[in-house]
């Protein structure tokens, strides 16, 4: 596709779509603000361990998110804040399950990195490279099992796309049908490790074939083409019950966590991704479609962080977990849905 025909196509999708890309916008502020005020917080010292940020990542999940039925299920990796609230989980509940918070939606067990919400059909935030595969499997085979029509989509790193149970997750995929989206989030980086260095191939989606998968790669930098491709990706998974693999192209701005200054990279390649902003790029087209004006950025910019000031002040004044709390939610004797 040319660059011409590309703009064409988003200016139509623009003119149809007023109102949905308005939230796009929305929502990606959303959580490129909440992510800045989670890092703000953590110098603060309101919680400590890991934190892996977002930051830069947003289009891949509003625009994979948006596609979504509210019983499709999410899985994900430890880069999951964001994903966590596109699956419904209110700000409020992810940062005071950071903050170790009763009112977290783990009872602030799982902290940063274990995201979870059965009701919300957001099944983690998983700190194990690629250990979310084979449970995204499970699930997925759980659908065919019982005859639903739901759909998983299963959030993967370029590294984790190294890892031996993700290649075992995807071949069982394949032999059992089953309506599993994988997105790779391609961010050209494992903790540090540049991806020329651990990975043989250019496209990491050529794995797919491999095991007679369906794949794709697509830009993760751009919110419209990202919905767009997924929007007939997961439509196609629904109806056929295969499974797709598809890679996007994205990049972090932040460290690996909040504790790596990632020296690792230039200066130069950093500033190459930034004019690439999904949120700076939708900004200035929603002005020149007449969708959104400056003004209303500002404004809406305003209303999200009041928004987040809130949802902090709850998350600081929740109360915490008493100790004794240790040794609850070890066993179950009731099997979910
Ligand atoms: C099985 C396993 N091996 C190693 C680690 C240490 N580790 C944590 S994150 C990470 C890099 C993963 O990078 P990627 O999959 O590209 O995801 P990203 O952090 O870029 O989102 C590694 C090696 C781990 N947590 N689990
Ligand atoms: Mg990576």
Same mark, same amino acid.
């Given at each position: 596709?040319?660059?011409?025909?590309? $703009?064409?196509?988003?200016?139509? =999708?623009?003119?149809?779509?007023?109102?949905?890309?308005?939230?796009?916008?929305?929502?990606?502020? +959303?959580?490129?603000?909440?992510?800045?005020?989670?890092? =703000?917080?953590?110098?603060?010292?309101?919680?400590?361990g890991?934190?892996?940020?977002?930051?830069?990542?947003?289009?891949?999940?509003?625009?994979?998110?948006?596609?979504?039925?509210?019983?499709?299920?999410?899985?994900?990796?430890?880069?999951?804040?964001?994903?966590?609230?596109?699956?419904?989980?209110?700000p409020?509940? /992810?940062?005071?399950?950071?903050?170790?918070?009763?009112?977290?939606?783990?009872?602030?067990?799982?902290?940063?990195?274990?995201?979870?919400? $059965?009701?919300?059909?957001f099944?983690?935030?998983?700190?194990?490279? %690629?250990?979310?595969?084979?449970?995204?499997?499970?699930?997925?085979?759980?659908?065919?099992?019982?005859?639903?029509?739901?759909?998983?989509?299963?959030?993967?790193?370029?590294?984790?796309?190294?890892?031996?149970?993700?290649?075992?997750?995807?071949?069982?995929?394949?032999?059992?049908? +089953?309506?599993? +989206? =994988?997105?790779?989030?391609?961010?050209?980086?494992?903790?540090g490790?540049?991806?020329?260095?651990?990975?043989?191939?250019?496209?990491?989606?050529?794995?797919?074939?491999?095991?007679?998968?369906?794949?794709?790669?697509?830009?993760?930098m751009?919110?419209? $083409?990202?919905?767009?491709?997924?929007?007939?990706?997961?439509?196609?998974?629904?109806?056929?019950?295969?499974?797709?693999?598809?890679?996007?192209?994205?990049? !972090?701005?932040?460290?690996?966590?909040? $504790?790596?200054? %990632?020296?690792? !990279?230039?200066?130069?390649?950093?500033?190459?991704?930034?004019?690439?902003?999904?949120?700076?790029?939708?900004?200035?087209?929603?002005?020149?479609a %007449?969708?959104?004006?400056?003004?209303?950025?500002?404004?809406?910019?305003?209303?999200?962080?009041?928004?987040?000031?809130?949802?902090?002040?709850?998350?600081?004044?929740?109360? %915490?977990?008493? /100790?004794?709390?240790?040794?609850e939610?070890?066993?179950?004797?009731? +099997?979910?849905?």
């Amino acid at each position: 596709m040319t660059a011409s025909t590309a $703009s064409t196509t988003h200016e139509q =999708f623009l003119e149809d779509n007023r109102s949905l890309a308005r939230s796009f916008y929305h929502d990606m502020l +959303l959580y490129r603000s909440f992510e800045e005020r989670v890092q =703000f917080a953590y110098t603060q010292g309101k919680f400590s361990g890991f934190c892996h940020l977002h930051i830069g990542q947003e289009a891949v999940c509003v625009g994979v998110q948006a596609v979504l039925r509210a019983t499709d299920y999410v899985i994900s990796g430890y880069r999951s804040h964001t994903q966590a609230i596109a699956k419904g989980i209110p700000p409020e509940e /992810v940062l005071a399950e950071m903050f170790g918070k009763t009112t977290g939606c783990c009872r602030g067990k799982g902290g940063s990195m274990h995201m979870f919400s $059965s009701a919300r059909r957001f099944f983690g935030g998983h700190g194990i490279v %690629g250990g979310q595969a084979p449970l995204a499997t499970g699930i997925a085979f759980k659908i065919n099992y019982r005859h639903e029509d739901d759909i998983v989509v299963c959030y993967l790193g370029d590294a984790a796309m190294n890892q031996g149970q993700v290649m075992e997750a995807m071949n069982m995929a394949v032999i059992w049908n +089953l309506p599993l +989206l =994988f997105v790779i989030e391609n961010n050209r980086y494992g903790m540090g490790t540049d991806i020329k260095r651990t990975t043989s191939i250019e496209r990491l989606c050529d794995r797919a074939a491999g095991f007679g998968m369906l794949a794709a790669q697509m830009d993760g930098m751009d919110v419209i $083409s990202t919905y767009q491709q997924t929007q007939a990706i997961a439509a196609q998974v629904r109806e056929q019950k295969k499974p797709f693999l598809l890679e996007a192209l994205t990049y !972090r701005y932040r460290g690996h966590s909040v $504790s790596d200054p %990632g020296n690792y !990279r230039t200066k130069k390649e950093l500033e190459q991704y930034r004019r690439q902003d999904p949120i700076a790029n939708l900004a200035a087209k929603l002005v020149s479609a %007449g969708i959104m004006s400056a003004q209303e950025q500002q404004d809406l910019a305003a209303t999200i962080k009041q928004q987040l000031q809130a949802a902090e002040q709850q998350a600081d004044s929740a109360a %915490g977990l008493p /100790v004794a709390a240790i040794y609850e939610d070890i066993y179950t004797t009731k +099997l979910g849905s």
